[in-house]
């Protein structure tokens, strides 16, 4: 069984209550989501899997405060989500590092953001960047790296102040498969080491898998969460898992609940 259930996790840490989202642009409406409702208790590593357009980064944002929901209630903690807070630490497709800062003032920028002392951190970046292998890389800037190590970046940034929950939207979508590979397994080690509340977006349900304690499948628009699922996989997690036949029939199994969403 996992071991993330962690004996002091808040069971009801990031709770999202009758939450919709309509966009209107120009006259018209699209209902991105219709309906979501679920709690993740703290330390729970959670993915969102869906078909293409069914509302997944619509929902990320309204949990990160980028959004605003059309109706419904996010909080976390029992405070209400109204804009982006100091606990969360966001990753997103692309790395967006800043070009003329070396990978260590990169992974220092929200202490800086925050006008924090960036030498009070400077042994949680340390940490940060050896478990991902760049600490040797940290005098190099974003364009001397790869865009695997580009991403390892982001989430050394994003861990930094200590959030409370990691949001992660596609973050190694736009990587080959053995990067891609490498990063599932550094972002699991990172995971084990932190136990973050985490919710991840992604296309792949090998990687939800992997990563995940539980996978919510949403339908296609307007969307609801129609499956969720806990992955019993204990941790610490390696490749080897994937060969696991548990492993092949859950991704089987959630392949058909996508295409079940997608039809609605
Ligand atoms: N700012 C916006 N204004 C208007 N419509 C939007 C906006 N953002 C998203 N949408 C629409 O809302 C719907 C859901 O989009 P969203 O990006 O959340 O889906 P997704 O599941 O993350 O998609 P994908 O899997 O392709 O990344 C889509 O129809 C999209 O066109």
Sequence with gaps: MTATAATT??????????ISKI????????????????TIPSGQFVSILGP?????STLLSMIGGLETP?????????????????????????ATLLPWFS????????????KGKTSAYHDRARELLEMVGLWEFRDKRPDQLSGGMRQRVAICRALITDPDILLMDEPFSALDAISRDEMNVALASIWDRFHKTAV?????????????????????????????????????????????????????????????????
């Design 200 to 264: 991840f977006v992604t296309h792949s349900i090998r990687e939800a898998v992997f990563l995940s304690d539980r996978i919510l499948v949403m339908s296609r628009r307007p969307s609801a969460i129609c499956y969720d699922v806990t992955v019993p996989f204990a941790r610490p997690r390696d490749a080897h898992v994937e060969t696991d036949p548990e492993f092949v029939r859950m991704v089987s199994d959630l392949r058909d609940k996508i295409e079940e969403g997608y039809k609605g």
């Design 103 to 114: 990978v260590l003032n990169n992974v220092l920028f929200p202490v800086r953001l925050r």
């Design 9 to 18: 996790a808040v069971a009801d840490f990031l709770t999202l209550n009758g």
């Design 70 to 94: 059309t109706t419904g209630q996010i909080a976390i903690g029992g405070d209400p989500v109204r804009e982006p807070r100091d606990d969360m630490g966001y990753v997103f497709q692309d």
């Design 23 to 38: 966009y209107r642009t120009n006259g018209s409406e699209v209902h991105a989501v219709e309906h979501a409702a679920f």
């Design 52 to 56: 293409s357009g069914c509302g997944k």
